[in-house]
C-alpha cells in the first residue's frame, strides 16, 4: 500500500493542533505537561509562559503547586538538559533517556570525564544530597574532598548523568533565578517504574507527530534507535512528508487540513516544538532559524503567524512600563498586527504584576 503524502503545512496544523497552540486547552497544567512529555526549563520562567500561550486559563500558582507538591519535577531530562515532566513520566522513562545524559558528559567534557569512577561517586554524592538537598557548586567541593585528583565540575556532571537527581522547590519555579539545590530523584518520588523505549516513542508521535525515527532522536539527544524501535513501528501508520522521507504516526490520530485557521501565539525560549524535529521547517522556515537559534545555545522567544515563527519577542521595562518588542521577519497584514498586539498585551498582563502601562511595539529583523 503506498503510504499518503503530506504537505508541510499538512504537518504544520497537525502538530499546532497536538501542541494546543490551534485551540487552547481546557485541560489542567498537569495533564497538559504530560501531553506534551515534557518543557524545556533551562530557565525557571518560560515554562509557564508555555502552558499561558496553550491553555485557556491558567496562572502561575497552578504550576507552582505541582513543583511544590511533587507532581511535577524539574529535573536533567531529554538532551541532557533541564525540563518540567510529570513525577510519573520521569520515573516511567528516566531509564529510557539516560544514554542521552551519559552522551552529554562525553560530550561536554570529553578526557576531563574519561576514566572517571561513576559508582564511588555515586556512593559519596547520594547520601550527601538526600542529606542535605545542595547546590551543584556544594556537591563539586564535596566530591573533591574525597577525589581530589579528579576535576571537580566533570565530577558533578557525572553524578548528575548518572544518578537520577530533581530539583527541589523553589528551584525551578517562576522568578527565583537559575540557582538550584538538588536530592535524588527516588528519594523525592519513590522507586522507578520503567517503561521502553518504544512507549516514550509513541507518546512522542502524540504530541509531535507524525514524525520520523531520525526526528525522535533529534527531541530525546539519542543516537542509534532505528533497530530499537523497529517492531514499534511495524504497529504504526506510514506517512510520506514533501521530500518523501517516512513519516509514523498513531494508528486514529488526525491528520489536520493544511488551511485550517492558526492564530497568533506566543513562544517561549527554548520551546521544545522548535528542538523536536531534525528538519524544522514545518514550523521554522530554514531561512529565519538564525534568528531564533543564536550564539551559546539560545533559542529566543518566538511569535507564530499563520502557523509558522514569522517573528521573535522579547519584553523590557521603563519604570512603570511594561513593553513587549515584536521583531517581525516580514510585514503581516493589518488583521494579523492587530492580533499580534492584542495576544502580546495579554501575555504581558501574565508576565508582569506591577505595571502601570502595557505597550507592543513592532520592528522589523532583517
Not at 8 to 20: I, M
Not at 185 to 212: M, N, T, V
Request: glycine share 6%; net charge positive.
Amino acid at each position: 500500500m503506498v503510504a499518503r503524502q503530506l504537505s508541510r503545512r499538512q504537518l504544520n496544523r497537525t502538530l499546532l493542533a497536538r501542541q494546543h497552540l490551534l485551540q487552547r486547552a481546557t485541560l489542567d497544567s498537569a495533564t497538559v505537561i504530560e501531553s506534551l512529555v515534557a518543557l524545556q526549563s533551562q530557565i525557571p520562567n518560560p515554562p509557564y509562559i508555555g502552558l499561558w500561550t496553550r491553555l485557556r486559563r491558567f496562572e502561575r500558582d497552578e504550576l507552582t503547586r505541582l513543583l511544590e507538591t511533587r507532581q511535577v519535577v524539574r529535573a536533567p531530562w531529554l538532551r541532557s538538559t533541564l525540563h518540567l515532566v510529570t513525577a510519573a513520566d520521569h520515573q516511567r522513562f528516566q531509564a529510557v533517556i539516560q544514554p542521552a545524559l551519559a552522551r552529554g558528559l562525553r560530550s561536554f567534557f570529553g578526557a576531563r570525564a574519561r576514566g572517571l569512577d561513576i559508582e564511588r561517586l555515586i556512593q559519596i554524592a547520594r547520601p550527601y544530597l538526600e542529606a542535605e538537598s545542595p547546590a551543584i557548586g556544594a556537591l563539586r567541593d564535596q566530591l573533591l574532598e574525597h577525589v581530589p585528583d579528579r576535576d571537580k565540575q566533570a565530577m558533578a556532571y557525572a553524578v548528575r548523568s548518572y544518578l537520577p537527581l530533581v530539583q527541589v522547590p523553589p528551584s525551578g519555579t517562576w522568578g527565583v533565578g537559575t540557582r538550584a539545590t538538588y536530592t535524588t530523584a527516588e528519594s523525592w518520588l519513590g522507586p522507578p517504574e520503567p517503561a521502553d523505549l518504544g512507549a516514550l516513542f509513541r507518546r512522542y508521535l502524540a504530541a509531535f507527530g507524525p514524525a520520523s525515527v531520525m526526528d525522535f532522536q533529534t527531541w530525546t539527544g539519542m543516537t542509534g534507535l532505528k533497530t530499537q524501535l523497529a517492531a514499534t513501528v511495524d504497529e504504526l501508520v506510514v506517512y510520506r512528508d514533501e521530500a518523501g522521507k517516512a513519516c509514523y504516526d498513531l494508528p486514529g490520530l488526525a491528520i489536520e487540513d493544511a488551511d485550517a485557521p492558526a492564530p497568533i501565539r506566543f513562544l517561549p525560549e527554548y520551546d521544545n516544538i522548535l528542538i523536536a524535529h531534525k528538519d524544522r521547517a514545518r514550523i521554522l522556515p530554514e531561512e529565519q532559524r538564525k534568528k531564533v537559534f543564536v550564539s551559546a545555545g539560545r533559542v529566543l522567544g518566538s511569535v507564530i503567524i499563520d502557523g509558522f515563527v514569522g517573528a521573535i519577542w522579547s519584553m523590557r521595562r521603563e519604570k512603570a512600563r511594561a513593553v513587549l518588542q515584536v521583531s517581525l521577519f516580514e510585514s503581516p497584514g493589518d488583521e494579523a498586527r492587530a492580533a499580534i498586539r492584542e495576544e502580546g498585551l495579554a501575555l504581558l498582563r501574565f508576565i508582569v504584576d506591577d505595571a502601570d502601562e502595557f505597550s507592543v511595539e513592532f520592528t522589523r529583523r532583517p
